[in-house]
């Protein structure tokens, strides 16, 4: 499978990763940069051909919710770029990306001048190329290819998406919040098991503090201002946390009985609203119920704003888009209120590097607006998170719930995405990237086989796990109903005809008799989920038991090649080291710390070195010639293939 971010590698905003699985390519997301104003704001598109044929080159394209970092580009894609291919989103994405493009457009073209940008027209055209994609419900690009949807809170409409096409599938977060708030539920997904999953890391090193203790001191803070006469500032974008805080003011309001004016954007966010109507099975099970007798998106208290409205004396609260303060009305309130000391600014959410939010956000008293106007930034600046992004603890959760084979991370600072790297790997245990935009990231898949377990293997597995669960509730704990079952056994494959493999117990057969085999990974129909690491390679030598007796045990090898010239750089060697032996001594010292078990070192005669961890782990340097490319030999027995699993982790990481 390959894995290219064409934007928000390293980086949020210009959310667009290309997929290829299966031998087919699916975009998901096109979105544009709210700090560039230049060609940077969009994709890099000619990355995908320089031709202009994306049509030919890319499958489908997918839209996960309707926010312009993720859908902003769509119509120079499709309209400007050439292509005609279908376009996936879910019905309330499909409704309301045009209102919020025409807005950028406005904003771009008319208020700043620009020429060359998509028309109106284009997001018409746009739009009628897309197919509405409903939650959980499976959509056939093709013969091959297939996509389902999954709820991702966030904003309404949006949308995880599951790709498959043959053996390889891939989950694509998008923007996702596994938190219930006022108006939306939590993300959820099942049990999909992807080869892969890429994962917005926006908030990859924040574990937020209670809901309820955020929004009691954002209602403090709105009220202490308004008292002393001041004005407060929200910028917030039209959908989604706008909702959230509107609803939370309107009951403080109601409460209270404040008589303070409120106001909110006018025409983009009535639009808005409209649509939270229309789609209010969207919402969560409270606005729901509550819909029936009143609509809580009818507000009492918030009304629209007139610019004439900027100068007027005494307090008010303002609801202003967009969110980063880079265009549009809030950037232009900002420019009035920000000399007054009075005033209060509140970011509720993100903002990216490059926009006026982000460097009042970092303390500057003095902020360039553009290349003529400067502002002195005195008014009193508040940062309270009610984005609606996952925090750290809610990744981890999306990463639990579908359970993936690998975990490709994008949307996020670089930093927070090494730290969130090292967490993944070390708690789950599997491969975790971070490419920045641009970069080609292959990853090898497994191919799942159906096998027919024997009688006994499957009665020595449910008696064990029996077992396992007559001893948590003798410790008094809760054991939960058996829906999957642990088996370890050994895979004799099928003759490429109608003979289906076989999983054995060892002791069914004669070992001496069974030939090499490949051993990749396998789903029992029973549920095999212990399997030996794919690429392995099963042996059967004998053994000699504490008794002296010859035994029989099952041994699995592989190779893992690496790149002289690349781990050389990495680990800062010069052309005189030995590098077999300093990485051995990387590997040793990771176990060391890692590892609960022994790990010791030994030389043969030859001065060659080995690494031993457990009873039967062992770690070489392969011998290299003028043909054959610098490799470790891994060797491990069955019984200790969890263990195995750990070390090639561990392993992984020092070749990289």
Same mark, same amino acid.
Request: with cysteine.
């Given at each position: ?23 087919? #390519? ?9 700090? @560039?104003?230049?060609?940077? !704001?969009?994709?890099?598109?000619? @990355? ?33 770029? /050439? @292509? ?28 700043? /001048? ?22 959980? $419900? ?14 991702? =809170? ?17 989950? +694509? ?19 999909? !098991? ?8 926006? @908030? ?16 403090? %803070? ?40 409120? +106001? ?6 009535? &639009?808005?609203?409209? +649509? ?24 009492? +208290?918030? &009304? ?18 967009? =969110?980063?303060?880079?265009?549009? #009305? ?10 007054? $000391? ?71 600072? &670089?930093? !927070? ?128 038991? $504490? ?11 592989? !190779? &893992? ?56 782990? %062992? ?22 293939? $969890? ?14």
């Amino acid at each position: 499978m390959k894995v290219v971010p064409l934007g928000a590698g390293q980086d949020v905003g210009r959310s667009c990763v290309l997929v290829t699985l299966g031998g087919k #390519t699916v975009m998901f997301d096109c979105g544009m940069h709210m700090g @560039y104003n230049d060609e940077r !704001r969009f994709p890099d598109f000619n @990355y995908i051909t320089t031709t202009g044929d994306f049509t030919s080159r890319i499958d489908a394209v997918v839209i996960t919710h309707f926010h312009l970092d993720h859908c902003g580009a769509l119509p120079h894609f499709t309209e400007q770029r /050439g @292509y005609h291919g279908p376009i996936y989103m879910t019905p309330p994405t499909k409704a309301i990306c045009p209102i919020l493009l025409e807005d950028y457009r406005k904003i771009t073209v008319e208020r700043k /001048g620009e020429t060359g940008f998509f028309t109106s027209q284009h997001i018409k055209d746009c739009m009628k190329k897309v197919v509405p994609l409903h939650l959980h $419900e499976t959509v056939w690009v093709d013969d091959e290819l297939e996509l389902r949807a999954y709820y991702a =809170g966030h904003v309404l409409g949006a949308a995880m998406v599951y790709a498959r096409c043959g053996n390889e599938s891939v989950v +694509y977060t998008g923007d996702y919040n596994m938190t219930p708030d006022r108006h939306l539920g939590a993300a959820w997904i099942e049990k999909v !098991r992807p080869d892969v999953v890429i994962t917005e890391t926006t @908030y990859g090193t924040t574990i937020r503090d209670s809901k309820r203790a955020r929004e009691r001191d954002f209602l403090e %803070k709105v009220h202490s201002c308004v008292l002393r006469g001041g004005k407060v500032l929200i910028p917030c974008f039209a959908l989604g946390r706008a909702q959230e805080l509107c609803i939370l003011i309107e009951t403080y309001w109601e409460r209270m009985g404040l008589k303070v004016p409120v +106001y909110f954007s006018a025409g983009l966010t009535e &639009k808005a609203n409209r +649509y939270y109507k229309l789609f209010i099975n969207w919402t969560n099970q409270k606005i729901k119920e509550s819909f029936v007798d009143r609509n809580p998106f009818d507000f009492k +208290y918030i &009304k629209p704003w007139n610019r004439d409205y900027v100068d007027l004396p005494g307090p008010m609260v303002l609801f202003a888009t967009p =969110g980063m303060l880079h265009i549009g #009305t809030s950037l232009e309130v900002f420019k009035k209120w920000a000399p007054d $000391e009075r005033n209060m600014l509140i970011m509720p959410g993100y903002c990216v590097a490059g926009t006026v939010g982000a460097k009042v956000l970092s303390g500057m008293k003095v902020v360039d607006i553009d290349q003529y106007t400067q502002v002195n930034v005195n008014i009193d600046v508040q940062n309270l998170s009610f984005s609606a992004h996952a925090d750290a603890k809610g990744i981890m959760e999306l990463i639990r719930q579908a359970s993936p084979r690998n975990v490709v991370l994008v949307h996020g600072e &670089k930093s !927070r995405m090494t730290y969130l790297k090292s967490k993944i790997m070390g708690e789950f245990g599997c491969p975790c990237y971070h490419p920045a935009n641009g970069e080609l990231l292959e990853i090898e898949t497994s191919q799942d086989i159906k096998a027919l377990m024997s009688d006994q293997l499957f009665q020595e597995s449910w008696a064990k796990e029996q077992q396992r669960r007559q001893e948590l509730q003798a410790d008094g704990q809760v054991a939960e109903p058996i829906t999957q079952l642990p088996v370890r056994g050994v895979l004799l494959l099928g003759d490429g005809g109608k003979r289906l493999p076989r999983l054995l117990d060892p002791s069914e057969f004669d070992l001496d008799q069974v030939p090499v085999v490949s051993g990749p990974n396998v789903n029992a129909p029973t549920g095999g989920d212990q399997q030996a690491p794919a690429g392995a390679i099963a042996e059967s030598p004998a053994a000699m038991d $504490e008794s002296g007796t010859a035994s029989d045990t099952v041994v699995f090898s592989t !190779r &893992k090649v690496f790149d002289e010239a690349a781990v050389a750089k990495r680990m800062g060697l010069d052309a005189s080291a030995d590098l077999s032996h300093a990485i051995l001594a990387a590997i040793s010292e990771l176990l060391t710390i890692d590892s609960a078990q022994q790990v010791r070192d030994s030389k043969g005669a030859d001065r060659s070195q080995t690494i031993e961890v457990g009873s039967s782990i %062992k770690i070489s340097a392969q011998p290299t010639d003028n043909d054959s490319l610098p490799a470790l030999l891994v060797s491990w027995a069955w019984e200790e293939e $969890e263990l195995a699993t750990q070390v090639l982790v561990i392993i992984n990481r020092v070749l990289g």
